[in-house]
C-alpha cells in the first residue's frame, strides 16, 4: 500500500497523525519520496530529518504539464508498493496524486494536511463563502465540461509559460480586461488577466483568483447569464414587452430567426452568422424561462433532453451499431428516431413531419419516409415520367376551367417535382431558394440593361424580355 501524506502549506503545517506516520515509514525502511523541495513546508520534512528523495528532476525532465502528474505518479510507483510520497498542501488536491489513484485503485492511502487552496482564497479574500477551486494543471479539462464557475481560484500556476496557458483559457471565459488576484507568497494584488503572464516571479505558491462579477460589468457571459437577464426581463418589474409574451405570440419569432441565420450563413458573413445564432438561442431560453414559471420544464430539462437525444440516436458511436458511411449514419438515426418515438408504423413516421414545414421541405420529407416503407419511385427517370403524366393532368384541369381541381393539380406537379428532386439526391428546399435568388438576379440585370438602352419595361415584347435575360444570365455565369 502506497502512503500519501500532505505537508500542508507553511513550516509545521504536518499533523500529528502525518508525523507519526512518516517516521514510523523511515524506521521501517520504506522508501520515502518528495514531490517538490522547492516549498516552504519541505522544512518540515528537513526538521525530521528522515533519509528521503525529491522528484524534482521529474519536472525537468516532463515534456509538458499534461504529463508532468502521470510521470510523478510513475516515479512513485517505481519505488515500490510500500512508498510514501510527500506532497506539499492538501494530498488530495495534488494532481499527481490523482494520477496515482488511477494508476494504484485501491492501493493508495490518504493522510491529507492542510489544505493550500483553503490558504489562497484566504489571501483573495473572496466575497462569499462559496468558490470554485482547480489546479492549473486540470484547468482546460474543465473548461471542457463547462465546471467553472465564479468565485474561481486557480493554483499552480509555476511559471510564465502555464500563466500565459491560464491567461489564455481564462481571457476566453472571462474577457481579458477582468480584474484578477494575482496570488504569490501568501500575498495578493489586483491586475488586469492580460498581464497574468507579465509578472516578474512565479514558483509553486502562485495562483490567481476571480471573484464573482456583477452583470451588469461583465463582458464575457454564459448560458446562465443569458437566462438571468430573460428572467429579469420578464420581473414585474421588468421590460413591458417582454413579461407579456407568451409561447404563442412569439413562436413565429423562432422561424424568423431561423431564416435569418440561413440568410447570414449564405451571405458567408461572419460577423452576421455570430448575431443571428445568438438570436436563435434567445428562442430556446425564452421559450425555457416561459415554460420554468409554470412548472412545465426548465432550461435544464431542455439541455438534458438534447443531450440524451444525440446520446441515445447516435449508437453508432455511443453503442454498438455500425456506420460506415454517412447513409448509414443517417439509418441509424432514423431507426432509434422511430424507436424512441414509437412510431410502429411508417405512417406514424410521416405523419410525424410538422405542417408547419416549408411546402418543398415537408413534401421532401414525408417522400423520404414513405420511401423508407417501400413506397418509392425506382429511379430518377420514371420519377420525370410522373413529373409529365401530373403536367398532363394539369393541364387537363386547367382547360377544364375548373379552379379547384387545377390547384389541386397543381399540388401533384410540384410533389412529384420534389420527388424527382428527392430522388437524384437534392435538397428542394436550398433548390428552389437558390433558384429564386438567381432569378432575382438575372431579373435586375436584365431590368438594367434594358433601361441603359433606353427602353421601358413594361412595353417590352416576350422576344425582347427573353433576349434581355438571357444576356443577364450569360453575365452573371462569368
Not at 507579465?198 to 451588469?216: C, G, H, M, S
Request: charged residues 30%.
Amino acid at each position: 500500500m502506497i502512503t500519501v501524506i500532505g505537508l500542508g502549506v507553511e513550516r509545521g503545517d504536518l499533523t500529528k497523525r502525518g508525523e507519526e506516520m512518516i517516521v514510523q515509514a523511515a524506521k521501517g525502511g520504506r522508501k520515502i519520496a518528495v514531490r517538490t523541495a522547492n516549498t516552504k513546508s519541505y522544512q518540515t520534512v528537513l526538521d525530521l530529518g528522515i533519509e528521503h528523495v525529491c522528484l524534482d528532476k521529474v519536472y525537468e525532465n516532463s515534456r509538458n504539464f499534461a504529463t508532468l502528474s502521470k510521470n510523478l505518479a510513475k516515479a512513485v510507483t517505481e519505488l515500490g508498493n510500500d512508498a510514501v510520497y510527500l506532497v506539499d498542501g492538501a494530498a488530495t488536491e495534488d494532481t499527481s496524486v490523482k494520477a496515482l489513484l488511477k494508476s494504484k485503485r485501491g492501493k493508495v492511502e490518504i493522510v491529507d494536511g492542510v489544505s493550500k487552496v483553503t490558504a489562497l482564497v484566504r489571501a483573495a479574500n473572496l466575497s462569499g463563502c462559496s468558490y470554485t477551486a482547480v489546479s492549473a494543471y486540470d484547468l482546460q479539462d474543465k473548461i471542457g465540461t463547462g465546471a467553472l464557475g465564479l468565485p474561481l481560484v486557480v493554483y499552480d500556476v509555476d511559471d510564465k509559460w502555464f500563466a500565459s496557458d491560464v491567461k489564455l483559457a481564462l481571457g476566453g471565459l472571462f474577457g481579458e480586461e477582468t480584474v484578477v488576484k494575482f496570488i504569490r507568497d501568501g500575498k495578493a494584488k489586483k491586475i488586469p488577466m492580460f498581464e497574468l503572464d507579465r509578472q516578474k516571479t512565479y514558483d509553486y505558491t502562485t495562483a490567481v483568483a476571480i471573484d464573482e462579477i456583477p452583470l451588469l460589468e461583465k463582458t464575457r457571459f454564459t448560458l446562465e447569464d443569458l437566462k438571468e437577464i430573460v428572467v429579469r426581463l420578464r420581473a414585474p418589474d421588468g421590460c413591458p414587452w417582454d413579461k407579456v409574451q407568451t409561447a404563442d405570440s412569439i413562436k413565429m419569432s423562432a422561424v424568423e430567426e431561423a431564416y435569418e441565420l440561413v440568410d447570414a450563413i449564405d451571405a458567408g458573413d461572419d460577423e452576421k452568422v455570430l448575431e443571428e445564432t445568438g438570436d436563435v438561442l434567445l428562442q430556446v431560453i425564452f421559450h425555457a424561462v416561459m415554460k420554468e414559471e409554470v412548472g412545465a420544464f426548465d432550461l435544464t430539462d431542455v439541455l438534458s433532453g438534447i443531450c440524451h437525444k444525440l446520446i441515445t440516436r447516435h449508437t453508432h458511436v455511443f453503442g454498438e451499431d455500425k456506420a460506415g458511411d454517412e447513409k448509414g449514419a443517417l439509418n441509424v438515426w432514423e431507426k432509434n428516431k422511430m424507436t424512441e418515438k414509437g412510431q410502429d408504423t411508417y405512417a406514424k413516421a410521416v405523419n410525424d413531419v410538422p405542417k408547419c414545414f416549408p411546402a418543398a421541405m415537408r413534401a421532401q420529407k414525408v417522400g423520404k419516409r414513405a420511401a423508407k416503407a417501400g413506397m418509392d419511385f425506382p429511379s430518377v427517370e420514371a420519377t420525370v415520367e410522373r413529373v409529365k403524366d401530373e403536367l398532363t393532368e394539369f393541364l387537363q384541369a386547367y382547360a377544364s376551367g375548373d379552379a379547384t381541381e387545377t390547384e389541386k393539380e397543381l399540388g401533384d406537379v410540384l410533389f412529384a417535382a420534389v420527388s424527382v428532386g428527392r430522388k437524384a439526391g437534392c435538397d428542394c428546399e436550398k433548390a428552389l431558394k437558390e433558384s429564386v435568388d438567381r432569378f432575382a438576379k438575372r431579373f435586375t440585370l436584365a431590368e438594367e440593361k434594358a433601361i441603359a438602352d433606353g427602353k421601358t419595361v413594361t412595353e417590352l415584347s416576350d422576344a425582347e424580355w427573353d433576349e434581355y435575360y438571357v444576356k443577364a444570365k450569360a453575365d452573371l455565369a462569368e
